[in-house]
């Protein structure tokens, strides 16, 4: 184990976790994105989908603590890489000047951030119930759990749309810039298909941000309703 905690401690060890658990994160997100389009298809395929999910017994809790597990290595290494980082310049630029990377590869330890407290509420409200616990585990005519309703009911609610539409946001662009950087960090850039990579986080980016913004908005617009 004391070869795992000097490799991670390295700066080339740790940017290689980093780059691993966030395509961990990524792939997650995507499989997630698309279970969550599963909206627009009704009560019932989107409450199949979710009692399939909730079948899955011990397999389900292997997956959440595997999960889990990821996102505590990847944010206790992005904190260690943060520090380090700052260790490194302890006194600030006389001038500043930026080169030329986006907002997002500028911002990843701030965003990184808020999508942490973002995925933190969205565990209380979604998966524990706490943020409205009237709509949490009701039961739909078939028994089952009415994660429907959840939904629709949750994003009906104003403030919980507003946030969760900047989180996603903010969370889609966060993994896409990581998509961008983990071949890098793995060694794996190769010059001759750089057009192709460099295109890959924003594109991501893209299509995450609005298949995760796609279904709150369609509630408010009743387009997805009870």
Known sequence: M??????????????????LTGLGLLLFAIVHMV???GMFGGRDAYNSYAHFLQSLGALKWAA???LLAILVLHVVTAIGLARANAAARPHKYAVFK?????VFARSMTLTGLVVLAFIIYHLAHFTLGWVQPDYFHQLDGEG???????????FRNVPILISYLVAVTL????????ASS???????????YEGVTDKLGPTLGFVLA?????????????????
Do not use: C, N
Not at 182 to 192: A, I
């Open 35 to 37: 279970g969550h389009l």
């Open 64 to 66: 959440r603590g595997g």
């Open 171 to 178: 969370l889609s662009f966060h993994l896409a810039h990581g």
């Open 210 to 226: 609005v298949g995760y913004a796609a279904p709150p908005p369609a509630v408010v617009a009743r387009i997805i309703e009870l």
């Open 182 to 192: 983990w071949l890098q960090s793995l060694g794996l850039r190769h010059p001759k």
């Open 2 to 19: 004391s070869w795992f905690v000097s490799y991670v401690r390295s700066s080339v060890g740790a940017k290689q976790v980093m780059a």
């Open 144 to 154: 089952r759990y009415d994660a429907y309703s959840m939904f629709v009911m949750g």
């Open 98 to 102: 930026t080169r030329a990377t986006s």
